[in-house]
């Protein structure tokens, strides 16, 4: 009886504390979300389901730590509250504190008054930390769905164009074509820590995909594309600074043949600017081999090296938005001269995260916003058209990307995109609007 009136006189201060603090988290949309999660679990602290959501909004709006202090109040002031220990466990987890993680699960496993679902929440939790605490882990992502494009060839949408001031009119075979189709892809990341104080590590990204259409089979496409290399941390007058020398390469299907490989390297540096800000610039360069085909018989004229260097700059606004920019430059230097071309490109990317607004599963939405611009500038005119000048576009793209959890591993995604490239040669004139909904694993 005491120990329950200690409990709820607790939760009474801790809701008026709660009150003042909405007014401090007026304009933050993140507090205010974590405010009303852990509002939620004070009208029952004992609620399994309850600790959960709220554990899961804190670690997905980055605020772990404020989760911890609020757990370890609500655990002093009732320490039988096993859900609570358990999820302590677990934000200690996220912290990367594993021992004091196995420590508080280890103890909520031990009471034998806690629930059966609990207790196996319980053991699965506590074996991650103890595969956390190994020095490498792997992490993997699956999605599938389907896709639809108005404009799979990237042709022209009209038959009627002019090359070198004379009108001409498109075979139909050239002209854009619609399709939808099925679509699946995957990402690996394998990290080992190299056991220095700094955090360094190698890192190993794998990614595969295929696009299969319903009717445009021509333009079904398969890859393979990895990079490896270790991520060295460095502390000094330059503040938080890391490296990464990485080498690459891509095997590219198209039309289910082989249609490009490439292989290179480059160099990765991320630079933290401030607690909210950091900067990653990188050169690479990889040598393309492209490879002829009956549908695409000149295609190895784009053989040759490219050499990039980007720099991209994250923001991040609040706990719940981030904001992106990138600009970068690359250049191409192809078997045929007119194949040669120099690449200007920038972009922009915006993500916010929030409480499901259906109240459905009580998860954390995504929306994602980007747009891009690149200005692709050929060397010389091909001479196999009629029009004598060096190809110039102007390419423009923005997206929309809406990620609905199912549960903690399962996600449903919507993206749309839409393409516009303008040339001054009409042939290469196009735009594209795409759309696709599919479910997404995390492993």
């Not at 009119?169 to 990341?189: I, N, Y």
């Not at 938080?240 to 891509?250: F, H, M």
Request: charged content about 20%.
């Amino acid at each position: 009886m005491i120990k329950a009136l200690m409990a709820r006189s607790v939760a009474v201060i801790l809701v008026h504390c709660i009150g003042f603090g909405e007014i401090l988290a007026a304009e933050n949309p993140a507090a205010v979300q974590l405010q009303a999660a852990y509002a939620d679990l004070l009208e029952n602290p004992a609620d399994p389901s309850r600790s959960v959501r709220y554990a899961a909004v804190a670690v997905r709006l980055g605020a772990v730590n404020d989760a911890v202090a609020s757990l370890e109040r609500l655990l002093l002031a009732d320490p039988s509250l096993d859900n609570i220990r358990l999820e302590l466990g677990l934000l200690y987890q996220k912290l990367g504190n594993e021992a004091l993680a196995e420590t508080y699960l280890d103890a909520a496993l031990e009471n034998p008054a806690m629930p059966g679902p609990v207790r196996e929440r319980g053991a699965a939790t506590l074996d991650q930390a103890i595969d956390a605490s190994k020095p490498y882990s792997l992490v993997a992502r699956l999605y599938t769905g389907l896709r639809y494009d108005s404009n799979v060839n990237l042709g022209p949408s009209g038959a009627d164009i002019t090359l070198g001031g004379i009108p001409l009119v498109l075979d139909p075979s050239a002209m854009s074509k619609a399709d939808g189709s099925f679509v699946a892809t995957g990402q690996a990341t394998y990290t080992h820590d190299l056991g220095f104080q700094d955090a360094s590590r190698f890192v190993v990204d794998v990614a595969v995909g295929t696009k299969r259409h319903f009717e445009q089979k021509r333009y079904d496409t398969l890859y393979v594309s990895a990079n490896a290399g270790p991520w060295l941390g460095f502390e000094g007058t330059l503040g938080a600074t890391e490296i990464r020398p990485y080498v690459t390469g891509t095997i590219f299907g198209l039309d289910d043949k082989d249609y490009l490989n490439q292989v290179g390297g480059g160099l990765s540096v991320r630079r933290l600017l401030g607690p909210d800000l950091q900067l990653v610039v990188t050169g690479e360069a990889v040598h393309q081999d492209y490879n002829d085909s009956d549908f695409r018989p000149l295609a190895s004229e784009q053989t040759g090296g490219q050499y990039s260097l980007s720099a991209e700059f994250a923001y991040a606004l609040t706990q719940s938005q981030t904001f992106g920019i990138s600009a970068g430059v690359a250049l191409r230097d192809a078997r045929v001269q007119w194949e040669d071309r120099t690449i200007v490109f920038g972009g922009a990317t915006y993500a916010i995260q929030y409480l499901d607004p259906i109240a459905a599963t009580g998860l954390v939405w995504t929306s994602r916003f980007s747009a891009g611009l690149q200005a692709i500038e050929y060397e010389t005119g091909n001479p196999r058209l009629i029009a004598g000048d060096a190809r110039s576009d102007l390419l423009f793209e923005v997206g929309v990307t809406q990620t609905v959890p199912v549960n903690d591993s399962v996600d449903v995604v919507l993206e749309v995109d839409y393409q516009n490239n303008d040339s001054n040669i009409a042939l290469f004139d196009y735009d594209n609007l795409s759309a696709s909904l599919g479910l997404a694993v995390r492993f």
